[in-house]
């Protein structure tokens, strides 16, 4: 690597015009030092400091705070090949988390062959640590859990979503040591119960958020308690989790009046109840889904009548929704962004319209399954919603090539449409692939 630098300008003229080169490890360690300041602490973990043994030094003076080693990163598939060499592994990665003590946040997010070894040595190494991503890390077990949270005691914030072997006893001991937790993403470990819920409720009081999806275990009596032992919660995520109750929404609405984000999409023994004590309780709410539950007109108008500023809504397979509910959502919240009301038989053109008309923002709409919708109102949509990316119409038979000429002219973002079921023909579809050519049309999503 070489630098370029002009020479003082009392040399002349002539010398002037010399441009001087020199070589990056000409640099003095204190200008060397200033550069690396300005790199990545994954970069620096795993580049910088194996260059050679002057860079390696001078490394070891660098506090980087955050280091990403996700796998979706090109230094994290390098980094990666530690973690897949069992103990020896581990000792490499205690190894380069000994000269970082001081960072507070690490992203090992698709390590699939870290261990609990690997987490151990890292977390004796930085016992400063706040926040650590483990997502998909599939070895990851009690074992190791216990360990991070003996080490990191202060930590705020962990992702152990879809580690599929961590038990309740895990999660029970991170929440007895870890008291400071305010946010905790456990979503997609089948094998946690209400046991993890209880301990989080009891000892961590400044829990914000809360991801618990598709822990299907759950029952009312651990999210009741969660609801009453954080009242600062802000998001909470029990999509999938089939055995709550009303019970459960209520206690939160009730005592966490902060809710911004709530998803409980799929618990299917919700009702207007559930709905009714979040119009009450909660008027922050930003995100919504109460996808496939059994709510009415009655409460989901009440709902987004107080809840103006939501930007996602997902009333998907809510099958006894009208356009009560459709024109109420448009008119009061006009910053919307993302809606699903896929499977709403009842839903109309009345509904297209209104969002067309109310909600210039959108992005992705999912009227897919809504049988009764035709040209007339998809097309409004689609001529006042110029930001509009995705549009799903699966199953609107009613929606033909009059929809796709308007999308044409109106909506210069769009790059995935779902008409498949629709009465179009080849020819709209190539017309519309050749003026956008992002476009991506797929034939039909999971309901």
Known sequence: MAVCLLPPASLGTDDADEVWTTRIHHLPDEMLLRVFELVDGATMLTRISMVCRRWRGVSADVRPLKIDLSFGTVVGKKASAFASRGERGALMLADLARRFRFV??????????????????????????????????????????????????????????????????????????????????????????????????????????????????????????????????????????IRLTDASVTALGDNCHGLAVVNFGQCSKLSDASVLSLAHGCTQLKDVSFRGCAITDSSAVLLVESNSRLIEADFGQCGQLTD??????????????????????????????????????????????????????????????????????????????????????HCPRITHIKFDGCTLTDKSREELAAIRSQLTFTSGIPG
């Open 324 to 409: 009560v509910t459709g024109v109420a959502l448009a008119k009061h919240c006009p910053l919307l962004t993302v809606v699903s009301l896929r499977t709403c038989h009842l839903m109309t053109d009345e509904t297209a319209a209104a969002l067309g008309h109310c909600c210039p923002y959108l992005t992705h709409v999912d009227v897919g399954n809504c049988r009764k919708l035709t040209d007339r109102g998809v097309s409004v949509i689609a001529e006042n919603c110029e930001r509009l990316a995705v549009l799903d119409c699966n199953a609107c038979s009613g929606v033909t090539d009059s929809t796709i000429a308007v999308i044409a002219t």
């Open 104 to 241: 507070r946040e690490v992203n090992l997010t698709g390590f699939s062959n870290l261990t609990d070894g690997g987490v151990t040595a890292l977390a004796k190494q930085c016992p400063e640590l706040r926040d650590i991503s483990l997502s998909r890390c599939a070895q990851l077990t009690n074992a190791g859990v216990i360990e991070l949270a003996t080490h990191c005691p202060h930590l705020s914030r962990v992702d152990m979503s879809y580690c599929t072997l961590v038990r309740d006893d895990g999660v029970v001991g991170l929440a007895q040591i870890c008291g400071k937790l305010t946010s905790i993403n456990v979503g997609h470990c089948p094998l946690l119960g209400d046991p993890s819920v209880l301990a989080l409720a009891r000892h961590c009081p400044m829990l914000t958020h809360a991801i618990f999806d598709l822990c299907n275990e759950l029952t009312d009596e651990s999210v009741v308690a969660l609801a009453h032992g954080c009242p600062r919660l802000t998001h909470v995520n029990f999509y999938f989790c």
